[in-house]
Nanobody, 122 residues
Framework: VQLQASGGGLVQPGGSLRLSCKASGFALDYYSVAWFRQAPGKKRDWIVCSRKNDEKDYRNPVRGRFAVSRDNAKSTVYLQMSALKPEDTAVYFC?????????????????WGQGTLVTVSS
């Protein structure tokens, strides 16, 4: 049972990137999935989530630029990031929760991916 986050890399400001979070060993249908990020020297913050019923919620700094989607048949949640800014540079983590809610508290998430680094720089 694990989550595998991937898709990070170096991108120029204004560019786009798509992250993937693939679940192995369990069905993603029964979980809400959130993305967090941790910028250098800062704490990890919740930025977006996809509830079990596929309703979505976004934190203000990424609203309108990031889009979360899920493909339960592939057990994968995607984070499409557009109009990237240098302040989006961070390690991005995905995590699952059994709650059908978007919650910001890390302790409400039971399984975490390993993180993937996104660097936005010219």
């Amino acid at each position: 049972v694990q989550l595998q986050a991937s898709g990070g890399g170096l991108v120029q400001p204004g560019g786009s990137l798509r992250l993937s979070c693939k679940a192995s060993g369990f069905a993603l249908d029964y979980y809400s999935v959130a993305w967090f990020r941790q910028a250098p020297g800062k704490k990890r913050d919740w930025i977006v989530c996809s509830r079990k019923n596929d309703e979505k919620d976004y934190r203000n700094p990424v609203r309108g630029r990031f889009a979360v989607s899920r493909d339960n048949a592939k057990s994968t949640v995607y984070l499409q990031m557009s109009a990237l800014k240098p302040e989006d540079t961070a390690v991005y983590f995905c995590a699952t929760s059994t709650l059908d809610l978007c919650v910001v508290e890390e302790e409400m998430y039971n399984l975490w991916g390993q993180g993937t680094l996104v660097t936005v720089s010219s």
